[in-house]
């Protein structure tokens, strides 16, 4: 696995791409990552910031942050089965609609964060069926194992790696 952990920082470099396609391993490892990774900011920031706004917004902006390159990295792994990235879409609706509530939350407290949520929990179980099955299929099922439209099988661009200017680690 520590072999892998350079696909980490492929996530991170490849933010914006959307271009190419995606393992299980490089989405697997993004998520337990940054997920340890805000969980260590956090408790920093509570640490050094007990029972502050400061803590609660410098939180909000670490997890946001975290989010953003799970976009292009699910769109790369739709590709990998040879999906349109379109399907991301529900992606972002559940993401726009957490990061809105959290920010009314902030904003307006828990009464303004109620206000909003009541009448949305109907399409809370909407979005919720779909956006779990695509991030099960993201994480557990594995791609094609040929060339598809979007490229190359990327595990077997990693079994043949070449040193080059976008590979994480050089060849043995």
């Not at 989405?27 to 337990?32: A, E």
């Not at 007990?50 to 902006?61: E, G, L, Q």
């Not at 699910?74 to 089965?81: A, K, Q, T, Y």
Request: charge should be neutral; charged fraction near 20%; aromatic fraction near 12%.
């Amino acid at each position: 696995m520590t072999g892998d952990l350079p696909l980490f920082g492929q996530a991170i470099r490849h933010t914006f791409t959307t271009s190419g396609r995606a393992r299980r391993t490089e989405v697997i490892l993004y998520v337990v990552a940054s997920q340890l990774l805000c969980a260590a900011l956090a408790g920093l920031a509570d640490f050094f910031l007990p029972d502050t706004a400061a803590a609660t917004w410098f939180r909000f902006a670490v997890t946001t942050l975290a989010i953003i390159p799970l976009f292009a990295l699910s769109v790369r792994r739709l590709h990998d089965f040879g999906f349109s990235g379109k399907w991301t879409v529900l992606l972002v609706l559940v993401v726009a609609r957490s990061i809105g509530l959290e920010l009314a939350s902030l904003l307006g407290g828990w009464e303004a964060r109620d206000m909003i949520e009541a009448p949305l929990s109907y399409v809370d179980w909407l979005l919720f069926l779909p956006f779990a099955w695509l991030y099960i299929v993201l994480l557990v099922v594995p791609g094609k194992t040929d060339a598809n439209r979007y490229g190359p099988n990327p595990r077997k661009d990693r079994e043949n790696e070449t040193a080059g200017p976008d590979s994480p680690e050089p060849a043995a």
